[in-house]
């Protein structure tokens, strides 16, 4: 049976100057240009590394594939084990903010552990210089979510209107596209014109950019604040965390979409200088490589615009939508291009770029809905706790896109500065075309299923001050009656205590096993780390020299290694309360309250 919504109850009661304050909540344009500048800088390290690093080590610095592609794989699952925790911290309130102070704190260590990157000593040895990439790519990667997830969650507390979200997070992604503008023409500039030694133009890249970050970062520091009303909000315990957000429909569909895009993520940048110099076969390198970065990159940032019009009149979704047409036939395009086809690739290029921006700015602008049917549910802010997850996932899935190409084409033959085999050529265009197109195409049909349209998102609104009002609200996804988070059956605290566990922990306690939570959490526990154990056996026993391409099967055991001490970490986190629970405090009808409150959510 469908239940009214509160407009159509008491029409008298519905808080219409809520949802016109937040149509009204322009962000100024000074707000937006010093919000959006760090991303100029954020974009213009991200080039370099996904793009000219493994070739730079590769080609230049002569480490060995092996020790890349193992060496990007553990910093990736590293950096990917950090941002549950960091973004769960950066959701608790410090005396100087939740935000800025992390910002503050953590940009110029993000700046220089980069700048070290691309200024590795000429001395080092081989293995040496492996070590040294392995150390500040490690470095680099944890600071950069350390100081970005606090960055990014602030955006989302800026405005609360459909439509300025997408304004906001377009003009930021504008400054992102400028950035990776300049960083992908830059190198070809430095090298290919100019003439400086590849070391040296890196390592002026590594200081400028890093100057920059630190610059933009403390302007947003210092003319920024917070949001008063969402900074004072109380966190929320961790492990609970987690599964109120698995419970967030809106929330899994927009995640199952990352990540099946992100199986491929990494593979257009990280191969993209092997496609230029061994399949298009350009005399000048560099400059032809500056010139299609540029290309993909200028008609992302020109068609910019024209998508956030397109957004602002279809909806965010039927946009989004829309963009993945361009992208995956462009893509898949290069696929049949032989050497010499340097116009065509230019032209392809350019209409898989004029994309790219739309994806850019319309994730976050709907990640920021997603959060509020978030508060609707729970009544916190957990903007930097879900920004977490949405990167956790998509970065630990992409780990192998980074590594296992360059592990491929070794193990098929590839010699550094030599013309190819056929059958280096065609896994080249195939991994760099074809792979990512037919993830995008997948993540298309998930993404269809994204259900926070413009009039859903006001519903929410409308229901979130309800709430503030004391009233109950209706959720306009399931029509489901929600109280306010203070007068439901169950208390705020006892409710997240009880989301540490599973229906099953409290079935079972409720029929009389109060120690079944403990039990499981510890064989969870163990069940992880033995997965883990065994993980890091089978890329160990599978590496004879790293010297030589170690095959994929050592890259994807770092990926499951990495995973499962994630895993083994929360059912841990859980132990404490599973001893607490099985102390029998908790009243069974609060239980069974919980859990009916829960069903089907």
Known sequence: MRVASPAEEEPAEQPAPLVGEAREERVSLGTLLV?????????????????????????????????????????????????????????????????????????????????????????LSRQGAAWWFATMFVLYSVFHTAYGLPYWALGSELTLDYHERSRLFGVREGFSILGTICASVVPGLLVGYLGLPERQAFSWIGGTFAILLVATCYLVVARIRERPGFADRTANPFAPGVRRALRNRPFRILLATYVVSSITGAIPGTLMPYYNAYVLRPDNEAGWLALLLGVYFCAAFVCLPGWVWLARRMGKKPAWLASFFMGVTGGAGLFFLDEGDLIPAAFLIAWAGSSFGAGLFLGPAMQADVIDYDELHTGKRREAQYSAFWGMLPKLVAIPSAAVPIAILGSLGYVPNQPQSAQVIFAIKAIF?????????????????????????????????????????????????????NQRAVDEQTGWFLDYFSRSDLAAYLAGKPSRAATSALLSAAGALLGAGLAVWIAITHVQDLRSDPGTLPVLGVVASGFCAALAAFHVSRLRAARTLALGKIPPEKIRAHLQAHDGG
């Open 433 to 485: 075309a074809l792979a990512p197109a037919a993830c995008a195409c997948l993540a298309f049909v998930i993404a269809w299923r994204f259900p926070i349209s413009e009039r859903v998102h006001r519903e929410i609104l409308l229901g979130i001050e309800q709430h503030r009002r004391g009233l109950p609200a209706i959720d306009p996804l399931t029509r489901r009656v929600l109280p306010p988070p």
């Open 35 to 123: 919000y959006g500048a760090p991303s100029f800088a954020g974009a213009a390290m991200l080039v370099p590394i996904l793009i000219h690093m493994p070739k730079f080590y590769s080609d230049v610095v002569l480490v060995p594939l092996g020790y890349l592609a193992m060496a990007i794989a553990v910093a990736r699952a590293i950096d990917a084990l950090s941002d549950p925790f960091l973004g769960w911290l950066t959701d608790h309130r410090t005396p100087f903010g939740r935000r800025l102070p992390y910002i503050a704190f953590w940009s110029p260590l993000c700046a220089l552990a980069f700048f070290a990157l691309f200024h590795p000593p000429e001395f």
